[in-house]
Nanobody, 116 residues
């Protein structure tokens, strides 16, 4: 079972950008789909963006046009490029596969704080 370690979070002002990284413990070539999720205080964790093994991506309405997901198979890493950040983007961000998400198996996540 591949595990993920998220990094790249931090404190940023509204309108700023961050790039999150999701490093896998093994090869991601055989993983059909990897998603970025986030959990804001007092809210449920939600899927923001995903990418499949063919590079096809999907986005939640709340981030479409601002966030871009990409994957680097050589580095076994998935990225989330976040632009035009808003205070409501403040959350802990996680990456995961749908199967592990259903099992409620998560990494430590990375905290993004956006100030107004």
């Amino acid at each position: 079972q591949v595990q993920f370690v998220e990094s790249g979070g931090g404190f940023v002002q509204a309108g700023g950008s961050l790039r999150l990284s999701c490093a896998a413990s093994g090869s991601i070539f055989s993983i059909n789909y990897i998603g970025w999720y986030r959990q804001a205080p007092g809210k449920q964790r939600a899927l923001l963006a995903g990418i499949n093994s063919g590079g096809i991506t999907n986005y939640a309405d709340s981030v479409r046009g601002r966030f871009t997901i990409s994957r680097d198979g050589a580095k076994n890493t998935v990225y989330l490029h976040m632009n035009s950040l808003k205070p409501e983007d403040t959350a802990v961000y996680y990456c995961n596969t749908p199967s592990s998400a259903r099992l409620d198996a998560w990494g430590q996540g990375t905290l993004v704080t956006v100030s107004s």
